[in-house]
């Protein structure tokens, strides 16, 4: 059965940012996911190791969604499927490489296995649902076997285009059959969903992908070993570095498990890589001329190559043997780090070699890369996705020179429903509920604007910790007053500012024990403690300027059970003496 004219899409992520790509496609009330990326995030969001999208709309709709359907392996694509299977139980479309990955990743994240989840589908396949059939077709991108997908509707296919190029002369698993789009294009295309990120780049994104002339020379030196650090899910160039390496006898290390398991797993088949090819990173230390590729993702990679740099990795180091060539372009949200890792880099004795994104493009559409694809599908609909929205416009422009109506182009934010099954597309009034879910270890959604605001209060203003001890039946303080202070000011114990907060909370306890003896009913410490909390942060605001986190620690005890033991606090920072109570026993604590 063909949909009768509920067609709608929406976005969760992707829109006007770099990357946690996430679209829905609602046909007949089924609806159909479409990527699941993440991005890394700003220096700004401290601690955080990723996000992805809020997932609360498919949650709350779990029953209608089908499937979800995944272009490649990339992170921005595909880098969150693992964490949306904590909650949906659906079957993911994929390549094997994407399917490869995603089981390693959530392997090394210690999460739940979801294997039997991912099902591999290949170039003109087709997949059968109640409301719809969907048509897999491959596209030319940084990963081999790339997808793109076809949605039938009674009004015509939706198609779905992940990262892609327009490149007519590549003949491998990373070629695209034009052939079989146009015999799609035939049947008729309401619209065309398309990544833009690079739209704003003017002329063809080929040949401008290719770092085979930029390695060709290195590659012919004598007696120089070759490091190159890449992004993982950079396969394209993965491709070029074994052949330049294979023309010029060279052996090849691989240092980066997710990159060694694709290599070993034969899902490269393309690159023609023989055992006599490779060797470990250990036999690359002791080799003459060997070539060292480092992978990871974004923040990975450069953390493996600062920590080279810096001579802490136990398996690599830089020599004035070595050339290090970095062959990808910064990633979105992570050129602050890719600068500082050059610098890092240029403090070895290695040569250094830098691609920068002038030298080597993104393997997304530019300009006339969607002109070409706009022509192939003649859609009635363009919707460009994936981009900023200066590139949302450009994007646009290319799509109006190719063919398709003024008014005809949907550009959408994220949280935002299209509706594509009317006369015209139309913005409906409804909003989805998006946004960024922070994951910090293996805690998901735990980091919310409290906690990022206190780890930047604690960044920049530092902490005071205040411990007192009273007596649980007099309220009388048995202890003298511990005050720890840690990235706020440098002070000794006989400092002014030390003095007065022991004064000053000193006299909120005594107080306390007063009103105690008045109407112990009224006695409450959490109340106390919140008192010196407000004092201490005053008295710091006026003296330093800082607001720093103060945190209070009372303990209540019983004095008969408890005797003090008393020494000289060696660090004076902390001021002060300090007490250790030792329950039942008068002797000195164990250490």
């Not at 899910?233 to 993965?238: A, I, N, S, T, Y």
């Not at 959604?445 to 906690?451: H, K, P």
């Amino acid at each position: 059965m063909e949909n009768m004219g509920n067609i709608k899409f929406m976005a969760l992520g992707g829109q006007d940012e770099r990357g946690k790509n996430l679209y829905v496609l609602e046909i007949d009330d089924e609806l159909f996911v479409l990527d699941a990326g993440l991005k890394f995030p700003d220096k700004g969001i401290l601690g955080v190791d990723m996000v992805i999208p809020n997932f609360d709309y498919l949650k709350d709709n779990r029953q209608r969604v089908k499937a979800i359907f995944l272009t490649n392996a990339s992170a921005y694509n595909s880098g969150a499927t693992n964490y949306l299977l904590k909650d949906l139980d659906v079957p993911v479309y994929c390549n094997p490489i994407t399917a490869q990955v995603l089981k390693i990743k959530a392997q090394r994240a210690r999460m739940r296995n979801r294997d039997s989840n991912y099902h591999v589908v290949h170039d003109k396949e087709i997949i059968n649902f109640t409301s719809t059939k969907v048509e897999v077709f491959r596209l030319t991108a940084s990963s081999p076997q790339t997808l793109g997908f076809a949605f039938s509707t009674k009004q015509g296919a939706v198609i779905y285009l992940g990262d892609y190029i327009i490149d007519g002369q590549e003949q491998s698993s990373f070629s695209t059959d034009f052939a079989n789009l146009a015999k799609i294009s035939e049947r008729g295309v309401l619209a065309l969903i398309s990544d833009t990120a690079s739209a704003s780049r003017r002329g063809f994104t080929a040949p401008n992908h290719k770092i085979e002339s930029y390695i060709a020379t290195p590659f012919k030196e004598k007696h120089k070993r070759i490091i190159i650090g890449i992004f993982e899910e950079d396969l394209f160039k993965v491709g070029e570095i074994i052949r330049a390496a294979q023309e010029n006898n060279r052996k090849i290390a691989v240092y980066g498990r997710t990159m060694s398991s694709l290599l070993d797993s034969n899902l490269l088949a393309d690159f023609n890589v023989r055992k006599e090819d490779l060797m470990s990173p250990e036999e690359y230390k002791t080799s003459e001329n060997g070539v060292l590729i480092i992978s990871g993702n974004a923040e990975v990679l450069y953390s493996k190559l600062n920590k080279i740099a810096n001579n802490n990795d136990e398996v690599v180091d830089f020599t004035e043997n070595d050339l290090v060539i970095l062959a990808t372009p910064p990633a979105p949200g992570v050129e602050k780090r890719h600068a500082q890792i050059l610098d890092e880099l240029a403090r070895t004795e290695a040569r250094i070699m830098a691609l920068s994104d002038r030298n080597i493009w993104a393997m997304n559409s530019s300009y006339e890369d969607l002109k070409v694809m706009v022509s192939i599908f003649k859609p009635k609909y363009f919707i460009p996705i994936k981009a900023l929205y200066k590139d949302f416009l450009e994007a646009e422009s290319a799509a109006l020179s190719a063919g398709v109506k003024p008014g005809n182009v949907g550009i959408i934010d994220n949280g935002q429903v299209l509706n594509l099954a009317g006369r015209q597309l139309a913005v409906t009034d409804r909003t989805i509920k998006n946004g960024d879910t922070y994951v910090d270890g293996l805690g998901i959604g735990d980091i919310g604007n409290v906690v990022l605001n206190e780890r930047k209060q604690l960044a920049s203003d530092g902490v005071i910790i205040v411990g007192v001890s009273i007596d649980s039946r007099s309220k009388a303080l048995v202890s003298s007053i511990d005050i720890q202070m840690r990235g706020v000011i440098y002070i000794k114990e006989e400092n002014t500012i030390f003095k007065t907060l022991q004064k000053q909370i000193a006299d909120i306890m005594t107080k306390g024990q007063s009103d105690y003896r008045t109407n112990p009913s009224s006695y409450d410490l959490n109340e106390i403690k919140k008192e010196i909390i407000t004092k201490v942060r005053s008295v710091i605001k006026q003296e330093s300027g800082k607001q720093p986190m103060v945190l209070a620690i009372a303990n209540e005890i019983n004095e008969k059970d408890f005797t003090p033991f008393v020494r000289p606090s060696k660090n004076l920072k902390t001021g002060g003496n300090r007490y250790w109570l030792n329950k039942t026993t008068n002797s000195k604590p164990k250490k």
